[in-house]
C-alpha cells in the first residue's frame, strides 16, 4: 500500500515541477495552503484553502492529488483569524528553486501543499512535515501554516 501513495505522491511532484517559465496567470493574487495525509482516514486527511486579499475559502474536493480544486467560501470571521497567513511566507522562499522540500508524506508524516500567486507569478510548494527535512527557515512558516489550518478546523 505504501509503494502505491509513494508512487500517487511522485507523479503529483513530477506534474508540479514545470521547467517553463510561463507561469504567469491573470487571476488576483492568493494563497492556497493545506496539509495532505496518504495513511489517513477520514475528512481531515486532506485540508486545502484558499486565501485571498478579502476572503477564505475551502476545497471540497479533499483529493489527494491535489488536482481540480474547488472552492466555497467561508465565514468572514474565519477569514479574519488566518488573514495575515499571506504575509507570513518567507521572502526566501520565493528565490529558492526547490520546489519539493524534504519527501512530503513518505515517511506517513503528511506533506504541506503551498502555492502562491503574486503580481502574476505562480508558485507551488510541497513540503515534508518533518522539520529535520526542510531548510529551517521554513520552519516558523510550517507552523503558522498548520496553526492557521487548526484555526479553520477548529475555530
Known sequence: ????????????????????????????????????????AGQSCVEIFKLTETKLY??????????NLSFRELDHATFENVRSLISAVPQELLTDETSVFGCPDCADGGGLYIQLSQNGTLYTWNMDQIKENVPEYL?????????????????
Open 58 to 67: 475551502e476545497d471540497t474536493n479533499d483529493n489527494y492529488s491535489l488536482d
Open 139 to 155: 520552519h516558523n512558516f510550517m507552523d503558522e501554516v498548520n496553526a492557521s489550518i487548526a484555526l479553520i478546523n477548529n475555530p
Open 1 to 40: 500500500m505504501k509503494r502505491v501513495f509513494f508512487f500517487l505522491f511522485t507523479a503529483v511532484v513530477l506534474t508540479a515541477c514545470n521547467s517553463d517559465d510561463d507561469n504567469t496567470i491573470e487571476t488576483g493574487d492568493y494563497l492556497i495552503f493545506g496539509h495532505y495525509y496518504g495513511m489517513c
